[in-house]
């Protein structure tokens, strides 16, 4: 079954606590991208990756960091959490022809 | 700059009623506009692209570039309607491609 897969799913954690929430996809898709989601502000992508090695930073990437090692992982790293950065996390891929993007199931995040 | 407005936070309905959820766009290349749907605690979903000209659960959009909107129709709710709704813009520029979400519309539909 195609799909995009995160954990944790759910992840309570304090201020200044590295985290650090993985995403892995099976379609063998070259764009992967992470957002997040938060009331009134829709949703607002963080960091993208084209392709292995390759990332670049969306609309909101301060604060967050990414790897693409691997074509099917690209984790989000959270050095040093800040409770702004409680919010509910979507990871989703597509391939580079474009087209439907593919949403994980998201994660909750709480920092205190 | 590339934006998708969606000036609509909250839509509410009665059940039977005709939905137009709207959205506007802005982007000087050729658009392609998605909308994705997100039901309560479920992950974001396609609803329908306008290349694709399809009508899904009842639901069709169609791209006016005069207007640069791409605003979602149905002509009669239903209450398993009620969910929120995204508005999506994907652009491509040299080797980069990124897909920019409008802030999204919460549809309810009352019984």
């Known amino acids: 079954e195609a799909q995009v897969t995160q954990n944790p799913r759910y992840l309570i954690t304090v201020t200044g606590k590295k985290l650090t929430v993985t995403c892995s996809q099976n379609m063998n898709h070259e764009y992967m991208s992470w957002y997040r989601q938060d009331p009134g502000l829709g949703l607002r992508q963080i960091y993208y990756s084209m392709n292995v090695e390759v990332t670049d930073k969306g609309d909101v990437p301060e604060g967050y960091k990414v790897s693409r090692k691997e074509k099917r992982n690209f984790p989000l790293i959270l050095e040093s959490p800040s409770p702004n950065q409680t919010s509910l996390y979507f990871c989703?891929?597509?391939?580079?022809?474009?087209?439907?993007?593919?949403f994980g199931p998201g994660t909750r995040l709480l920092v205190l | 700059a590339q934006r998708v407005t969606q000036p609509e936070k909250l839509l509410s309905v009665f059940k039977g009623a005709p939905v137009e959820l709207k959205c506007n766009y802005s982007y000087s290349g050729s658009p392609e506009l998605f909308w994705y749907v997100q039901y309560s605690r479920q992950r974001l979903q396609l609803l329908l692209r306008?290349?694709s000209r399809e009508s899904i659960k009842g639901f069709t959009a169609d791209l006016n570039k005069g207007e640069t909107s791409f605003h979602l129709k149905k002509p009669f709710a239903q209450e398993e309607d009620s969910a929120m709704y995204y508005c999506?813009?994907?652009?491509?520029?040299?080797?980069?491609?990124?897909?920019?979400f409008g802030s999204g519309t919460r549809l309810l539909v009352r019984p």
């Open positions: 306008h290349i």
């Open positions: 989703a891929s597509t391939g580079l022809a474009g087209g439907t993007q593919y």
């Open positions: 999506a813009l994907s652009t491509r520029m040299d080797s980069s491609y990124k897909l920019i």
